[in-house]
């Protein structure tokens, strides 16, 4: 299911970059090693997948990682996750965008 559940940056993602504008122009600015990191969301057990630059394809690509797990707290825990591929979720997922 494609974006059954829209959340903005702003008020949802903490970190040292940037969240500019608003709306569908809304964006993530991130200088040298500044990352941002979504609140904890409740996918139940499906498969995820994860765009980058869906919206601006001309936008530049960060390092997307995520991690998961079967309660909010264990998602918390969880050690990060490169993301190359869809994964099943354990139930909640965290996705961390940095520039390295």
Do not use: K
């Not at 530049?60 to 079967?70: F, I, K, N, S, V």
């Not at 994964?87 to 965290?94: A, R």
Request: net charge negative; charged share 15%; hydrophobic share 30%.
């Amino acid at each position: 299911m494609l974006e059954a559940n829209i959340r903005d940056f702003s008020g949802n993602w903490t970190g040292t970059g940037a969240i500019l504008s608003s709306g569908d122009d809304e964006n993530a600015e991130l200088c040298a090693s500044e990352y941002m990191i979504s609140e904890v969301v409740n996918t139940g057990q499906y498969q995820v997948t994860l765009y980058q630059n869906l919206y601006d394809p001309l936008g530049d690509d960060a390092d997307l990682d995520y991690r998961h797990g079967t309660t909010p707290g264990n998602c918390q825990s969880a050690g990060w996750n490169d993301y190359t591929v869809p994964f099943m979720s354990l139930g909640y997922i965290q996705v961390r965008i940095q520039n390295l």
